[in-house]
Protein backbone atom coordinates (compact mmCIF):
# COMPACT_ATOMS: atom_id res chain seq x y z
CA UNK A 1 0.00 0.00 0.00
CA UNK A 2 2.83 2.80 0.54
CA UNK A 3 4.19 1.59 -2.51
CA UNK A 4 1.11 2.32 -4.48
CA UNK A 5 0.75 5.60 -2.50
CA UNK A 6 4.75 6.71 -3.60
CA UNK A 7 3.23 5.95 -6.87
CA UNK A 8 0.13 8.24 -6.82
CA UNK A 9 2.17 10.92 -4.95
CA UNK A 10 4.40 11.16 -8.34
CA UNK A 11 1.31 10.91 -10.73
CA UNK A 12 0.58 14.11 -8.79
CA UNK A 13 4.19 15.62 -8.83
CA UNK A 14 3.90 15.08 -12.74
CA UNK A 15 0.82 16.87 -13.13
CA UNK A 16 3.01 19.59 -11.28
CA UNK A 17 6.05 19.06 -13.71
CA UNK A 18 3.36 19.85 -16.73
CA UNK A 19 2.59 23.38 -15.30
CA UNK A 20 6.68 23.68 -15.56
CA UNK A 21 6.61 27.68 -15.65
CA UNK A 22 5.51 27.80 -11.81
CA UNK A 23 8.97 26.49 -10.84
CA UNK A 24 12.42 28.01 -10.75
CA UNK A 25 14.54 26.77 -12.75
CA UNK A 26 16.07 24.10 -10.12
CA UNK A 27 13.52 22.88 -8.44
CA UNK A 28 11.74 21.63 -12.19
CA UNK A 29 15.21 20.23 -12.76
CA UNK A 30 15.44 18.03 -9.17
CA UNK A 31 11.45 17.18 -9.68
CA UNK A 32 12.39 15.30 -12.97
CA UNK A 33 15.12 13.74 -12.00
CA UNK A 34 13.05 12.88 -8.95
CA UNK A 35 10.32 11.50 -11.26
CA UNK A 36 12.64 9.25 -13.29
CA UNK A 37 14.35 8.05 -11.05
CA UNK A 38 11.33 6.80 -8.87
CA UNK A 39 9.36 5.14 -11.51
CA UNK A 40 12.55 3.77 -12.72
CA UNK A 41 12.47 1.47 -9.29
CA UNK A 42 8.93 1.29 -9.61
CA UNK A 43 8.73 -1.05 -12.75
CA UNK A 44 10.90 -3.43 -10.44
CA UNK A 45 8.23 -4.23 -8.00
CA UNK A 46 5.59 -5.69 -10.24
CA UNK A 47 3.70 -5.86 -13.58
CA UNK A 48 0.72 -3.78 -11.96
CA UNK A 49 3.89 -0.86 -10.93
CA UNK A 50 5.27 -1.69 -13.87
CA UNK A 51 2.65 -0.34 -16.59
CA UNK A 52 1.91 2.53 -13.64
CA UNK A 53 5.63 3.65 -13.99
CA UNK A 54 5.88 2.93 -17.96
CA UNK A 55 2.91 5.28 -18.06
CA UNK A 56 4.44 8.43 -16.01
CA UNK A 57 7.54 8.25 -18.06
CA UNK A 58 5.70 8.11 -21.53
CA UNK A 59 3.89 10.99 -20.01
CA UNK A 60 6.86 13.40 -19.39
CA UNK A 61 8.59 12.47 -22.20
CA UNK A 62 5.64 13.00 -24.44
CA UNK A 63 5.09 16.58 -22.40
CA UNK A 64 8.63 16.95 -23.12
CA UNK A 65 8.89 16.95 -26.41
CA UNK A 66 5.16 19.06 -26.70
CA UNK A 67 7.32 21.98 -24.96
CA UNK A 68 10.29 21.53 -27.34
CA UNK A 69 8.29 21.55 -30.45
CA UNK A 70 6.24 24.55 -29.31
CA UNK A 71 9.74 26.33 -28.42
CA UNK A 72 10.74 25.60 -32.11
CA UNK A 73 7.65 26.86 -33.41
CA UNK A 74 7.73 30.23 -31.73
CA UNK A 75 11.54 30.66 -32.84
CA UNK A 76 11.19 29.92 -36.54
CA UNK A 77 8.31 32.64 -36.07
CA UNK A 78 10.69 34.79 -34.65
CA UNK A 79 13.60 34.29 -36.94
CA UNK A 80 11.60 35.46 -39.95
CA UNK A 81 10.99 38.86 -37.70
CA UNK A 82 14.29 39.29 -36.41
CA UNK A 83 15.10 42.66 -38.07
CA UNK A 84 11.72 43.89 -37.32
CA UNK A 85 12.58 45.78 -33.88
CA UNK A 86 9.00 45.87 -32.95
CA UNK A 87 8.26 42.04 -33.17
CA UNK A 88 11.92 41.36 -31.67
CA UNK A 89 11.15 43.56 -28.94
CA UNK A 90 7.63 41.87 -28.07
CA UNK A 91 9.72 38.25 -27.04
CA UNK A 92 7.00 37.40 -24.41
CA UNK A 93 5.89 33.78 -26.35
CA UNK A 94 9.79 32.78 -26.83
CA UNK A 95 10.76 33.74 -23.09
CA UNK A 96 7.58 31.83 -21.92
CA UNK A 97 8.21 28.64 -24.07
CA UNK A 98 12.16 28.77 -23.13
CA UNK A 99 11.81 27.08 -19.40
CA UNK A 100 12.21 23.42 -20.73
CA UNK A 101 14.85 24.57 -22.89
CA UNK A 102 16.77 26.56 -20.22
CA UNK A 103 15.93 23.87 -18.09
CA UNK A 104 17.07 20.87 -20.12
CA UNK A 105 19.83 22.32 -22.13
CA UNK A 106 21.15 25.40 -20.30
CA UNK A 107 19.87 27.94 -23.08
CA UNK A 108 19.27 31.21 -21.47
CA UNK A 109 17.66 34.01 -23.52
CA UNK A 110 17.38 35.82 -20.28
CA UNK A 111 21.10 37.90 -20.50
CA UNK A 112 20.10 38.56 -24.45
CA UNK A 113 18.97 42.37 -24.71
CA UNK A 114 16.13 42.94 -27.22
CA UNK A 115 17.94 44.93 -29.74
CA UNK A 116 21.04 41.98 -29.77
CA UNK A 117 19.23 40.75 -32.81
CA UNK A 118 22.60 38.91 -34.39
CA UNK A 119 23.33 36.98 -31.03
CA UNK A 120 19.52 35.91 -30.52
CA UNK A 121 19.80 34.65 -34.30
CA UNK A 122 22.64 32.90 -34.23
CA UNK A 123 21.85 31.12 -30.62
CA UNK A 124 18.14 30.03 -32.08
CA UNK A 125 20.24 28.69 -35.16
CA UNK A 126 22.86 26.80 -32.68
CA UNK A 127 19.96 25.62 -30.84
CA UNK A 128 18.04 24.03 -33.40
CA UNK A 129 21.15 21.57 -33.94
CA UNK A 130 21.52 20.23 -30.62
CA UNK A 131 20.47 16.28 -30.51
CA UNK A 132 17.14 15.69 -28.57
CA UNK A 133 16.94 12.62 -25.96
CA UNK A 134 15.26 9.56 -27.17
CA UNK A 135 13.99 8.00 -23.99
CA UNK A 136 13.94 9.30 -19.86
CA UNK A 137 17.53 8.01 -19.39
CA UNK A 138 18.46 10.07 -22.10
CA UNK A 139 16.63 13.11 -20.36
CA UNK A 140 17.76 12.09 -17.30
CA UNK A 141 21.62 12.39 -18.41
CA UNK A 142 20.93 15.86 -19.99
CA UNK A 143 19.44 17.18 -16.51
CA UNK A 144 22.36 15.73 -14.34
CA UNK A 145 24.75 16.93 -16.94
CA UNK A 146 26.40 13.82 -18.10
CA UNK A 147 28.96 13.99 -21.18
CA UNK A 148 27.20 11.39 -23.90
CA UNK A 149 30.69 9.34 -23.99
CA UNK A 150 32.16 10.02 -20.39
CA UNK A 151 28.64 8.53 -19.00
CA UNK A 152 29.62 11.27 -16.38
CA UNK A 153 30.14 15.24 -15.93
CA UNK A 154 32.97 16.09 -18.09
CA UNK A 155 35.76 16.64 -16.68
CA UNK A 156 37.47 18.47 -19.96
CA UNK A 157 34.06 20.68 -20.16
CA UNK A 158 35.05 21.42 -16.10
CA UNK A 159 38.77 22.05 -17.25
CA UNK A 160 37.73 24.72 -20.24
CA UNK A 161 35.10 26.16 -18.21
CA UNK A 162 37.30 27.34 -15.39
CA UNK A 163 39.07 29.02 -18.25
CA UNK A 164 35.62 31.30 -19.26
CA UNK A 165 34.75 34.30 -17.18
CA UNK A 166 31.18 34.65 -18.12
CA UNK A 167 29.56 31.30 -19.50
CA UNK A 168 27.54 32.17 -22.18
CA UNK A 169 26.16 28.78 -23.58
CA UNK A 170 24.86 28.62 -27.13
CA UNK A 171 26.55 31.60 -27.98
CA UNK A 172 29.88 31.42 -27.09
CA UNK A 173 32.99 28.88 -26.69
CA UNK A 174 30.93 25.80 -28.03
CA UNK A 175 33.40 23.42 -26.81
CA UNK A 176 32.75 24.15 -23.00
CA UNK A 177 29.09 23.07 -23.28
CA UNK A 178 28.59 20.99 -26.18
CA UNK A 179 30.43 18.82 -28.95
CA UNK A 180 30.06 19.13 -32.89
CA UNK A 181 29.35 15.34 -34.55
CA UNK A 182 28.06 14.51 -37.66
CA UNK A 183 26.49 11.38 -38.48
CA UNK A 184 27.55 9.12 -41.53
CA UNK A 185 23.98 9.12 -43.22
CA UNK A 186 21.54 10.25 -40.60
CA UNK A 187 20.39 13.47 -39.79
CA UNK A 188 18.68 16.53 -40.49
CA UNK A 189 18.98 17.79 -44.25
CA UNK A 190 18.96 21.08 -45.61
CA UNK A 191 18.93 22.79 -49.35
CA UNK A 192 21.68 24.88 -50.01
CA UNK A 193 22.66 26.43 -53.19
CA UNK A 194 20.96 23.01 -54.69
CA UNK A 195 22.42 20.67 -52.61
CA UNK A 196 21.21 18.44 -50.63
CA UNK A 197 23.49 18.90 -47.51
CA UNK A 198 23.75 16.27 -44.45
CA UNK A 199 24.02 19.10 -40.94
CA UNK A 200 25.87 18.29 -37.81
CA UNK A 201 24.63 18.22 -34.78
CA UNK A 202 25.57 19.50 -31.30
CA UNK A 203 25.83 17.13 -28.56
CA UNK A 204 25.17 19.27 -25.00
CA UNK A 205 27.35 18.64 -22.18
CA UNK A 206 30.01 16.57 -24.08
CA UNK A 207 33.43 17.81 -24.83
CA UNK A 208 34.24 18.39 -28.48
CA UNK A 209 37.87 16.37 -28.04
CA UNK A 210 35.30 13.29 -27.91
CA UNK A 211 34.39 13.62 -31.40
CA UNK A 212 36.49 13.87 -34.52
CA UNK A 213 36.45 14.39 -38.29
CA UNK A 214 37.17 11.66 -40.48
CA UNK A 215 36.96 10.85 -44.58
CA UNK A 216 34.92 8.23 -45.73
CA UNK A 217 36.49 7.14 -49.24
CA UNK A 218 35.59 5.20 -51.95
CA UNK A 219 38.18 5.22 -54.60
CA UNK A 220 36.30 4.07 -57.98
CA UNK A 221 39.35 2.96 -60.04
CA UNK A 222 40.41 0.41 -57.58
CA UNK A 223 36.90 0.03 -56.17
CA UNK A 224 39.03 0.14 -52.22
CA UNK A 225 36.95 1.48 -49.22
CA UNK A 226 39.07 3.82 -46.76
CA UNK A 227 38.93 6.22 -43.45
CA UNK A 228 41.06 9.02 -43.35
CA UNK A 229 41.63 11.09 -40.42
CA UNK A 230 41.24 14.80 -40.80
CA UNK A 231 42.93 16.96 -38.53
CA UNK A 232 43.07 20.71 -38.53
CA UNK A 233 45.25 21.81 -35.27
CA UNK A 234 46.87 20.17 -32.99
CA UNK A 235 46.06 16.31 -32.26
CA UNK A 236 43.53 15.37 -29.83
CA UNK A 237 43.92 12.75 -27.35
CA UNK A 238 41.12 10.46 -29.58
CA UNK A 239 42.39 11.47 -33.00
CA UNK A 240 46.40 9.95 -32.23
CA UNK A 241 43.89 6.79 -30.96
CA UNK A 242 41.80 6.64 -34.07
CA UNK A 243 45.28 7.33 -36.45
CA UNK A 244 46.41 4.22 -34.33
CA UNK A 245 43.39 2.42 -34.80
CA UNK A 246 43.67 2.53 -38.53
CA UNK A 247 47.53 1.51 -39.15
CA UNK A 248 46.24 -1.82 -37.46
CA UNK A 249 42.60 -1.96 -38.72
CA UNK A 250 43.56 -1.54 -42.81
CA UNK A 251 44.53 -4.88 -43.30
CA UNK A 252 41.92 -6.93 -41.57
CA UNK A 253 38.96 -8.35 -43.51
CA UNK A 254 35.84 -6.05 -42.07
CA UNK A 255 37.52 -2.75 -42.59
CA UNK A 256 36.75 -2.20 -45.93
CA UNK A 257 33.52 -4.00 -45.81
CA UNK A 258 32.07 -1.93 -42.90
CA UNK A 259 32.88 1.03 -44.78
CA UNK A 260 31.23 -0.25 -47.90
CA UNK A 261 28.35 -1.15 -46.06
CA UNK A 262 28.25 2.72 -44.84
CA UNK A 263 28.50 3.95 -48.30
CA UNK A 264 25.14 1.62 -49.31
CA UNK A 265 23.42 3.14 -46.17
CA UNK A 266 24.32 6.62 -47.54
CA UNK A 267 21.67 8.44 -49.75
CA UNK A 268 23.71 9.15 -53.01
CA UNK A 269 21.74 12.64 -53.41
CA UNK A 270 23.54 13.86 -50.38
CA UNK A 271 26.46 16.58 -51.20
CA UNK A 272 30.16 14.85 -50.86
CA UNK A 273 32.73 16.87 -50.47
CA UNK A 274 34.40 14.80 -53.76
CA UNK A 275 32.78 13.11 -56.27
CA UNK A 276 33.69 12.77 -59.74
CA UNK A 277 35.37 9.74 -61.97
CA UNK A 278 37.84 8.86 -59.93
CA UNK A 279 36.60 8.76 -56.22
CA UNK A 280 33.77 9.72 -54.07
CA UNK A 281 34.38 10.93 -50.31
CA UNK A 282 32.34 12.24 -47.44
CA UNK A 283 32.95 13.65 -44.24
CA UNK A 284 31.58 12.68 -40.62
CA UNK A 285 32.36 13.45 -37.27
CA UNK A 286 32.10 10.96 -34.77
CA UNK A 287 33.81 9.01 -31.63
CA UNK A 288 36.11 6.49 -30.62
CA UNK A 289 33.30 3.61 -28.62
CA UNK A 290 29.54 3.84 -28.40
CA UNK A 291 27.89 6.96 -27.13
CA UNK A 292 25.51 6.49 -24.19
CA UNK A 293 22.64 6.95 -26.86
CA UNK A 294 19.43 4.86 -26.97
CA UNK A 295 20.57 3.82 -30.51
CA UNK A 296 24.58 4.14 -30.97
CA UNK A 297 24.38 2.84 -34.59
CA UNK A 298 27.41 4.45 -36.72
CA UNK A 299 28.14 7.34 -33.89
CA UNK A 300 31.34 5.22 -33.71
CA UNK A 301 34.59 3.47 -34.63
CA UNK A 302 32.92 1.10 -32.17
CA UNK A 303 29.58 0.64 -34.19
CA UNK A 304 30.93 1.22 -37.38
CA UNK A 305 33.31 -1.46 -37.51
CA UNK A 306 31.30 -3.98 -35.27
CA UNK A 307 33.48 -4.13 -32.71
CA UNK A 308 33.38 -4.06 -28.86
CA UNK A 309 35.01 -1.88 -26.72
CA UNK A 310 38.13 -3.82 -25.91
CA UNK A 311 38.54 -5.01 -29.35
CA UNK A 312 38.76 -0.99 -30.58
CA UNK A 313 41.41 -1.19 -27.83
CA UNK A 314 43.11 -4.22 -28.74
CA UNK A 315 43.61 -2.07 -32.12
CA UNK A 316 44.78 0.76 -31.13
CA UNK A 317 47.43 -0.98 -29.23
CA UNK A 318 48.29 -3.05 -31.97
CA UNK A 319 48.53 0.18 -34.30
CA UNK A 320 51.00 1.73 -30.91
CA UNK A 321 53.11 -1.19 -31.65
CA UNK A 322 53.73 -1.34 -35.58
CA UNK A 323 54.05 2.49 -35.47
CA UNK A 324 56.63 2.10 -32.57
CA UNK A 325 58.29 -0.74 -35.05
CA UNK A 326 58.50 1.23 -37.68
CA UNK A 327 60.26 3.88 -36.37
CA UNK A 328 62.73 1.39 -35.21
CA UNK A 329 63.57 -0.40 -38.51
CA UNK A 330 63.89 3.88 -40.28
Not at 39 to 63: C, E, P, S, W, Y
Not at 181 to 205: C, K, S, W
Not at 288 to 304: A, E, G, H, R, Y
Request: charge should be neutral; include cysteine; hydrophobic fraction near 40%.
Amino acid sequence: MAAMAEVLENQDLVKLIMRACAMDEQTLRGSILQEIRGNKGMRQVNKLFNRIAVGVLNMIMTHFRERMDEFDSVSTALHYALHDPDALANRTKLLEAAHWPLVVYDLSLRGIKPGEVADTYFMLDQFKRRRNPQSCDELADLLERKCACCGKVCSWIAKDREKIPVYRPWLEHRTSFAAYAMHPYLGRRVLFENLDVLQGTLIPFTHQDHFFEVAFVHELETSEFSMRLHVYSQMTGDELRFSRFLIAACDKPWYEESIKRVFRLRDANLFCEERNRRRVVFLAGICMLNPIFSDPTDWSVQSIFGLTGADVMATIRRGSAIQRERRLLA
